[in-house]
């Protein structure tokens, strides 16, 4: 038995231990929201979960009637609670007898002398609120052609506002589900409908029962939506009617990458598609990109169908998205984490695979360039901070499981698993998921259970390797040292040290590159298990151009280059002919920028001069990126001055002059980000009145109103003209969404203070024009504008955190702190984390936010001209 093996025995103990000493009857009052203790008590009690679920679902409704019929085995005797929140409980009944129970803080106690060992029915009617925000049942009506849609959101423990239920991960049901909707409304749900009945103005559409699955993943959308493609062996696709003949024209590819996914997963895992059937369904405003219910994923509309011209790059993100969420069928939904401390076992799976699957089905793209250059940073912007986590995260309470939420689970995650895959090799790391996912088929597990996994078909132990990767916070820099005697190398070392200052030791697995200055190259792989070692290496090598530790970006870390690797770099960037060495070594400059090694205005003269030349795509648009961002944040105002008209010049002649479509396309976009000069700004407005056009590029919607938000927010003396005319010219809903985000950034008190009231006050206004709106009432340029905010904002988290969905609060924060640049707003937020009464999680969520704006502090403090 491995210690792996012994940890699960000796945690098995620990949870019925805990079934022995709290039992139900021992809390005086029903718990706050989802306490683990109750969880752990209800599941070692409660099996064969079924519910049978009635909505009636009426028209421009504030709620929605619902009856249930609840049944489970009950083990041993005791009282039982049940979740309901939000709603009305109308009546409920236990085994035929009524009870009169009332709702306490979000629980309903079903008493020991109305329950019995063995089988129970529960009998309810209830009614559910509908909102357009807020709630787990969703409303959106359609501005553009007054149709109405309803959908659910129950992750991660909304679905007790909706029916009541045992509302946590581990206590799997199968649901059957009947909806009575206006006529002509079409139902999806987790499973196919079994039979449509009409009656009146109504219809009622019953669906047949599902197979086992957590309450977070039953769903259901309904409103006039339209199925496009409707073809055999392709997944179903619904869109909202007024979307129909766009998505016909674009969405096609959603299908068929999703129908090649299907394929390509269920071979990888030796794991058939888990569920009966697969539809995805396009939901407007939706407040993620996607979400996993089990048979049925809704997709953000706009992430599917986009406002903006989009590029070959946007169309790969798209893929990604839909493979995201199609491997959370294996990955979350057929083997479910039995707590939300355990998050990163369906989202860091899903987003690995996401970008493992693209990879084997369009093995052109560069995809783990791709993985790189989209997963890495976020991952290390938050590990680098005094408010990271472990990849496990303590979740005492479920009502604290939406800040387990971010780019740990869905950055960090995925570069560990990467790291794990070059470890093992690729057909262990294989082996090990088909057994995980053999052992665990529609129930629940542990990242412990996975580790075990790759430790039987591996043969490794890595209990040592998954408590400091899964269990410990933060993550190594590694350096490198290296020096030559004449034309050969003479020594080779890599040393680790934790960046938040600890003594951690991590186990590391990387690949480290010598380059020659005849372009030739050389890797060696380096398992480095102590503070530093000693890179074995061939007596004969020659002295390298540059080193580097992380060639083809196996590891995960700070890499920054040595200071004879950074001149040579900083001096032939160019000469790198391969392009992922070529993107690596741009990213660790850019490391070196944020660690105040490299000045901005390094960087800056660097990106000047090779950006014209630079051909891939997303190289280009990284680089384009950091600049923007660099110039916005990181130059003194004097400093800025001097290189913004040679960028608005630079990206204004790239996007007219490109020849390539898509570096058009960013080019317009890095063009629209920099523009501040009059000169600059009269561009935009040649564009918007299209005098001046982007060869071969239909400009969308999205593309124009930002341009108008720019001019809004720089108090352009024709602004309020032009924005008052495209309100005209884009009257339909996203218009509607669009104009209320753009007169966000109109640089007046008045304005501010309107919709920071609004954003606190107004449970009419959707979440996505909110979410949109924040960085426009945050735009770069108008700190002192906004600085009265800054607290206001720290003090609404709670509220944040209790009324909005799950990636909501980060947005807020980073929009609040990152629409500030100077020590006393830093000081500021300091002073709240000193001075507040917060919860932990809530802290450690400021913690992440303000590091940027230390950053800033530091780098212009440093760097000031």
Same mark, same amino acid.
């Given at each position: 038995?491995?210690?792996?093996?012994?940890? /699960?025995?000796?945690?098995?103990?620990?949870?019925?231990?805990?079934? /022995?000493?709290?039992?139900?009857?021992?809390?005086?009052?029903?718990?706050?929201?989802?306490?683990?203790?109750?969880?752990?008590?209800?599941?070692?009690?409660?099996?064969?979960?079924?519910?049978?679920?009635?909505?009636?679902?009426?028209?421009?409704?504030?709620?929605?009637?619902?009856?249930?019929?609840?049944?489970?085995?009950?083990?041993?005797?005791?009282?039982?609670?049940?979740?309901?929140?939000?709603?009305?409980?109308?009546?409920?009944?236990?085994?035929?007898?009524?009870?009169?129970?009332?709702?306490?803080?979000?629980?309903?106690?079903?008493?020991?002398?109305?329950?019995?060992?063995?089988?129970?029915?529960?009998?309810?009617?209830?009614?559910?609120?509908?909102?357009?925000?807020?709630?787990?049942?969703?409303?959106?009506?359609?501005?553009?052609?007054?149709?109405?849609?309803?959908?659910?959101?129950?992750?991660?423990?909304?679905?007790?506002?909706? *029916?009541?239920?045992?509302? &946590?991960?581990?206590?799997?049901?199968?649901?059957?589900?009947?909806?009575?909707?206006?006529?002509?409304?079409?139902?999806?749900?987790?499973?196919?409908?079994?039979?449509?009945?009409?009656?009146?103005?109504?219809?009622?559409?019953?669906?047949?029962?599902?197979?086992?699955?957590?309450?977070?993943?039953?769903?259901?959308?309904?409103?006039?939506?339209?199925?496009?493609?409707?073809?055999?062996?392709?997944?179903?696709?619904?869109?909202?009617?007024?979307?129909?003949?766009?998505?016909?024209?674009?969405?096609?590819?959603?299908?068929?990458?999703?129908?090649?996914?299907?394929?390509?997963?269920?071979?990888?895992?030796? &794991?058939?598609?888990?569920?009966?059937?697969?539809?995805?369904?396009?939901?407007?405003?939706?407040?993620?990109?996607?979400?996993?219910?089990?048979?049925?994923?809704?997709?953000?509309?706009?992430?599917?169908?986009?406002?903006?011209?989009?590029?070959?790059?946007?169309?790969?993100?798209?893929? /990604?998205?839909?493979?995201?969420?199609?491997?959370?069928?294996?990955?979350?939904?057929?083997?479910?984490?039995?707590?939300?401390?355990?998050?990163? =076992?369906?989202?860091?799976?899903?987003?690995?695979?996401?970008?493992?699957?693209?990879?084997?089905?369009?093995?052109?793209?560069?995809?783990?360039?791709?993985?790189?250059?989209?997963?890495?940073?976020?991952?290390?912007?938050?590990?680098?901070?005094?408010?990271?986590?472990?990849?496990?995260?303590?979740?005492?309470?479920?009502?604290?499981?939406?800040?387990?939420?971010?780019?740990?689970?869905?950055?960090?995650?995925?570069?560990?698993?990467?790291?794990?895959?070059?470890?093992?090799?690729?057909?262990?790391?294989?082996?090990?998921?088909?057994?995980?996912?053999?052992?665990?088929?529609?129930?629940?597990?542990?990242?412990?259970?996975? /580790?075990?996994?790759?430790?039987?078909?591996?043969?490794?132990?890595?209990?040592?390797?998954?408590?400091?990767?899964?269990?410990?916070?933060?993550?190594?820099?590694?350096?490198?040292?290296?020096?030559?005697?004449?034309?050969?190398?003479?020594?080779?070392?890599?040393?680790?040290?934790?960046?938040?200052?600890?003594?951690?030791?991590?186990?590391?697995?990387?690949?480290?590159?010598?380059?020659?200055?005849?372009?030739?190259?050389?890797?060696?792989?380096?398992?480095? &298990?102590?503070?530093?070692?000693?890179?074995?290496?061939?007596?004969?090598?020659?002295?390298?151009?540059?080193?580097?530790?992380?060639?083809?970006?196996?590891?995960?870390?700070?890499?920054?280059?040595?200071?004879?690797?950074?001149?040579?770099?900083?001096?032939?960037?160019?000469?790198?002919?391969?392009?992922?060495?070529?993107?690596?070594?741009?990213?660790?400059?850019?490391?070196?920028?944020?660690?105040?090694?490299?000045?901005?205005?390094?960087?800056?003269?660097?990106?000047?001069?090779?950006?014209?030349?630079?051909?891939?795509?997303?190289?280009?648009?990284?680089?384009?990126?950091?600049?923007?961002?660099?110039?916005?944040?990181?130059?003194?105002?004097?400093?800025?001055?001097?290189?913004?008209?040679?960028?608005?010049?630079?990206?204004?002649?790239?996007?007219?002059?490109?020849?390539?479509?898509?570096?058009?396309? =960013?080019?317009?976009?890095?063009?629209?980000?920099?523009?501040?000069?009059?000169?600059?700004?009269?561009?935009?407005?040649?564009?918007?009145?299209?005098?001046?056009?982007?060869?071969?590029?239909?400009?969308?919607?999205?593309?124009?109103?930002?341009?108008?938000?720019?001019?809004?927010? *720089?108090?352009?003396?024709?602004?309020?003209?032009?924005?008052?005319?495209?309100?005209?010219?884009?009257?339909?809903?996203?218009?509607?969404?669009?104009?209320?985000?753009?007169?966000?950034?109109?640089?007046?008190?008045?304005?501010?203070?309107?919709?920071?009231?609004?954003?606190?006050?107004?449970?009419?206004?959707?979440?996505?024009?909110?979410?949109?709106?924040?960085?426009?009432?945050?735009?770069?340029?108008?700190?002192?504008?906004?600085?009265?905010?800054?607290?206001?904002?720290?003090?609404?988290?709670?509220?944040?955190?209790?009324?909005?969905?799950?990636?909501? =609060?980060?947005?807020?924060?980073?929009?609040?702190?990152?629409?500030?640049?100077?020590?006393?707003?830093?000081?500021?937020?300091?002073?709240?984390?000193?001075?507040?009464?917060?919860?932990?999680?809530?802290?450690?969520?400021?913690?992440?936010?303000?590091?940027?704006?230390?950053?800033?502090?530091?780098?212009?403090?440093?760097?000031?001209?």
């Amino acid at each position: 038995m491995t210690r792996s093996n012994q940890t /699960i025995v000796r945690f098995c103990f620990v949870i019925f231990s805990f079934v /022995i000493a709290f039992p139900a009857a021992a809390y005086a009052s029903a718990p706050h929201g989802i306490p683990r203790q109750l969880a752990r008590e209800r599941a070692a009690r409660v099996s064969n979960v079924r519910y049978r679920l009635n909505f009636d679902l009426e028209s421009h409704a504030s709620t929605t009637q619902g009856s249930e019929q609840l049944q489970f085995v009950l083990r041993g005797t005791g009282p039982l609670l049940l979740d309901f929140r939000d709603g009305k409980l109308e009546q409920i009944s236990v085994n035929g007898k009524p009870l009169t129970t009332a709702l306490d803080n979000g629980h309903i106690d079903l008493p020991a002398n109305a329950l019995r060992e063995g089988d129970n029915v529960v009998q309810a009617a209830f009614v559910s609120n509908v909102a357009p925000a807020g709630k787990p049942l969703t409303r959106f009506e359609d501005r553009d052609d007054g149709s109405e849609y309803i959908y659910t959101l129950f992750v991660p423990m909304d679905a007790s506002m909706a *029916f009541p239920c045992f509302d &946590q991960p581990d206590i799997k049901g199968r649901f059957q589900l009947t909806l009575v909707t206006p006529s002509g409304w079409a139902a999806i749900s987790n499973t196919s409908v079994q039979r449509i009945v009409a009656r009146g103005g109504e219809q009622q559409t019953l669906f047949v029962e599902t197979r086992p699955i957590s309450t977070y993943l039953f769903a259901f959308a309904a409103g006039p939506f339209q199925k496009i493609h409707d073809t055999p062996g392709l997944p179903g696709l619904y869109v909202r009617k007024s979307q129909f003949e766009r998505a016909q024209a674009e969405a096609p590819e959603v299908q068929e990458i999703a129908a090649q996914g299907i394929k390509y997963l269920s071979e990888y895992f030796a &794991q058939p598609f888990p569920f009966p059937k697969y539809d995805m369904v396009l939901i407007p405003g939706f407040a993620y990109g996607g979400m996993e219910h089990a048979g049925a994923t809704f997709l953000r509309e706009e992430s599917v169908l986009f406002r903006t011209a989009p590029t070959h790059l946007d169309l790969l993100g798209r893929d /990604i998205l839909v493979l995201h969420e199609l491997t959370h069928q294996w990955f979350g939904d057929l083997v479910t984490m039995r707590w939300f401390d355990d998050l990163w =076992l369906k989202e860091g799976f899903a987003q690995y695979m996401a970008y493992q699957a693209l990879a084997s089905l369009k093995p052109n793209e560069l995809i783990w360039k791709r993985f790189y250059e989209s997963i890495k940073p976020a991952a290390y912007e938050i590990d680098s901070t005094q408010g990271t986590t472990p990849i496990y995260q303590d979740i005492p309470n479920l009502a604290d499981a939406k800040s387990a939420y971010g780019a740990i689970v869905y950055s960090k995650a995925p570069g560990v698993l990467k790291q794990l895959s070059f470890l093992l090799g690729a057909g262990h790391f294989r082996d090990g998921l088909r057994v995980y996912l053999k052992e665990h088929a529609y129930s629940n597990a542990e990242w412990s259970d996975l /580790i075990h996994a790759f430790e039987h078909v591996s043969g490794k132990p890595l209990d040592h390797w998954a408590d400091m990767w899964i269990r410990h916070r933060g993550m190594p820099q590694v350096d490198v040292s290296w020096s030559c005697s004449g034309d050969g190398l003479t020594h080779l070392s890599l040393a680790q040290h934790d960046v938040l200052g600890t003594d951690a030791i991590w186990p590391i697995a990387t690949q480290t590159l010598l380059a020659f200055p005849d372009g030739q190259t050389s890797r060696i792989r380096v398992d480095l &298990q102590a503070r530093s070692a000693n890179v074995p290496f061939d007596p004969r090598a020659r002295c390298p151009a540059f080193v580097f530790a992380n060639d083809e970006d196996y590891a995960y870390g700070r890499f920054l280059l040595d200071a004879k690797s950074q001149r040579y770099v900083l001096a032939h960037l160019a000469g790198v002919n391969d392009v992922f060495t070529r993107t690596l070594l741009w990213g660790a400059l850019w490391d070196s920028v944020r660690e105040a090694g490299l000045a901005p205005r390094e960087y800056l003269e660097l990106s000047a001069h090779l950006l014209p030349n630079e051909s891939d795509l997303s190289l280009v648009q990284t680089i384009l990126s950091n600049s923007t961002m660099a110039l916005h944040r990181y130059l003194s105002d004097k400093a800025r001055a001097a290189f913004v008209p040679q960028f608005e010049a630079m990206t204004s002649r790239s996007m007219l002059d490109a020849k390539d479509h898509d570096l058009r396309i =960013l080019w317009f976009r890095g063009f629209r980000s920099v523009a501040e000069t009059p000169e600059a700004l009269a561009k935009l407005k040649l564009l918007l009145k299209r005098k001046i056009s982007v060869p071969g590029v239909q400009l969308r919607p999205l593309d124009r109103w930002t341009m108008v938000t720019a001019l809004i927010a *720089f108090n352009d003396r024709e602004a309020h003209t032009i924005f008052e005319a495209e309100r005209k010219r884009d009257p339909g809903g996203d218009g509607q969404k669009y104009a209320y985000a753009t007169e966000a950034a109109s640089p007046d008190a008045k304005t501010k203070k309107k919709y920071f009231d609004e954003y606190l006050h107004d449970p009419s206004r959707p979440e996505d024009w909110i979410e949109l709106s924040l960085h426009s009432f945050n735009y770069w340029n108008q700190s002192a504008l906004t600085r009265p905010y800054l607290k206001p904002a720290l003090e609404a988290l709670p509220q944040i955190k209790r009324d909005r969905k799950i990636f909501f =609060l980060v947005d807020w924060l980073n929009a609040f702190i990152d629409g500030q640049r100077s020590p006393a707003a830093d000081a500021e937020v300091h002073e709240y984390l000193r001075t507040a009464s917060l919860e932990p999680d809530l802290r450690l969520k400021i913690l992440q936010a303000v590091d940027e704006l230390n950053r800033t502090v530091k780098i212009r403090r440093k760097f000031p001209d």
